[in-house]
């Protein structure tokens, strides 16, 4: 990755933008470079925040709950099969994550769902099984967890995931889950933000967990090491939007964690607008940094460039792909 960082990031941002309400009490303002330097790395300082972040639990409707504040946003759906989570957050969450899910009531952790393979999604997998969980994920998050995987962008080698950790049921295309007098649809959208993101829809509770396709509020990133793709992740928000209603609750990866399909249609809006400029510049023969140079997010930074990827990081990932 370009860490050459024009404009200058707050690390408490930079934390927050992954952890939702990491407590950080770190000040002072570094560029990405130097956040990299003296925080070991954009890895670790997400999981040092998480160690502390609070928990802020968002209940929605048919005992659906969205827990915010370890990583991606967490689903929770509570009933007398269990609690069935989508997404496990950061394992160093865990005492105030398994404080939040006890708040939901008295039922075990019976199934967890990973929408990919991240760790600010998955790190957790290894403790919910240890809790009574099975693993269930499309066949790239498992291809992923299992093996030595580097991601360039955050300039970071994942080790492979203890056999614990890893889902024991995969699946291609589509899955279906009947839990708690609920339908749980599973479908895999092709590479997105990865290889192998999925949404989870709550059929009965109309209700829609989208994970990394989707951040709202806030630039996301694209993960070119693991299959990631501009157009895909444009293609895989039609998908999505195709599924939903006016009325459906909408869950992002990222960022305010209870959203709808009219915020969803802006941020699609957005990521089409911002590609089909920087391939107009890209095709007059613009280099990457002449292209970012030409600011060609400028239009929506105020409200979506905010946080750690900022419109000339957005606009490098948004280039590669083009």
């Not at 023969?285 to 460039?305: L, N, Q």
Request: glycine content about 10%; some cysteine; aromatic content about 8%.
């Amino acid at each position: 990755m370009d860490m050459s960082g024009k404009s200058l990031l707050s690390r408490r941002h930079f934390c927050l933008c992954c952890i939702g309400g990491a407590a950080s009490a770190v000040t002072g303002w570094l560029t990405p470079r130097e956040v990299f330097a003296e925080a070991r790395g954009i890895v670790s300082l997400i999981k040092d925040s998480a160690a502390t972040a609070q928990i802020k639990t968002h209940r929605l409707r048919n005992d659906i709950s969205v827990l915010e504040g370890s990583g991606g946003n967490i689903a929770v759906l509570t009933g007398s099969d269990g609690k069935v989570l989508i997404d496990a957050g950061i394992a160093v969450s865990r005492p105030q994550l398994t404080k939040a899910l006890d708040g939901l009531g008295n039922e075990p952790i019976t199934h967890l769902v990973n929408t990919h393979w991240h760790f600010d999604h998955a790190d957790g997998n290894e403790w919910v099984h240890s809790a009574g969980a099975k693993i269930i994920a499309h066949e790239n998050t498992q291809k992923h967890l299992s093996g030595i995987q580097r991601v360039e962008d955050w300039d970071y080698n994942f080790l492979p995931s203890p056999s614990a950790a890893l889902p024991s049921e995969v699946f291609a295309r589509e899955h279906q889950l009947k839990l708690d007098g609920a339908t749980i649809d599973l479908k895999y959208h092709g590479p997105a933000h990865t290889d192998g993101d999925i949404s989870a829809t709550f059929a009965e509770a109309n209700v829609l967990h989208v994970g990394d396709i989707y951040w709202n509020g806030i630039y996301p990133f694209i993960d070119y090491s693991t299959g990631g793709s501009i157009n895909g992740t444009i293609a895989a928000c039609d998908a999505c939007l195709a599924m939903a209603g006016n009325d459906t609750i909408i869950i992002p990866g990222h960022g305010q964690p209870v959203s709808n399909k009219a915020e969803m249609k802006d941020y699609r809006d957005m990521l089409a607008a911002i590609r089909d400029n920087v391939a107009k510049l890209k095709g007059q023969g613009k280099s990457r940094d002449e292209t970012v140079a030409a600011k060609p997010t400028a239009a929506f930074d105020a409200k979506w460039g905010q946080f750690l990827i900022d419109p000339g990081f957005f606009t490098r990932l948004v280039y590669e792909g083009v």
